[in-house]
């Protein structure tokens, strides 16, 4: 199955970390936030570019995006920072200069790849701001068994215990 990645829960815990360049003074997560209304802007400036570093590697295969406005997008990876920048070595261009709509999602699948950095490049070519409302990535996930919750069960008489049953994947999410 394929499901987000859930970049802000990352970020939140500390494994993963957003660069965004031309820097931004406001809340860095709106991207992230599932919300495409609430949107990260940029006036003055037809060209973005945010890198995630991600603690441990990150298996995405499928990549979202929704702008107000007409965009280009290009999405990069790598597992070292300096092949990113130099696009050599573990350097990955997944999505090369796609075209997006306004306020409407534009979506690009592609091999699946493993990277602790990825790298979106915007640019609007019609305006000097760009507005990114939300930017996901997925990758497939395999379950791998049920779990029932609450953890260790615990019974006490006379009293009733709602249990609920969730499904846990091959990384060990719930």
Partial sequence: MVRPIDIAGFWKDGKAHVEVVPAFSG??????DGNQFN???FVNTDSIT????????????????FFWHGAQWTLESA???SDLDSKSGSY??????????????DSASFVP?????????????????????????????????YIIL????????????????????DQGNI
């Fill in 150 to 169: 609450p953890q260790p069960i615990r019974l006490i008489p006379s009293a009733s215990l709602q249990l609920a049953i969730r499904i846990s994947d």
């Fill in 39 to 41: 949107a990260m802007e």
């Fill in 113 to 145: 790849q493993k990277a602790h950095f990825v790298r979106l490049r915007v640019k609007n070519p019609s305006d000097s701001s760009v507005r990114l409302g939300e930017w996901t990535l997925e990758g497939t996930v395999t379950f791998t068994k």
């Fill in 27 to 32: 809340d860095t997560l709106k991207p992230f």
């Fill in 79 to 81: 597992n070292i920072l």
């Fill in 50 to 65: 945010i890198t995630l570093q991600f603690d441990s590697t990150a298996r995405f295969e499928k990549s979202k995006v």
């Fill in 92 to 105: 990955s261009k997944s999505v090369d200069a796609r075209s997006a709509s306004m306020f409407q999602w």
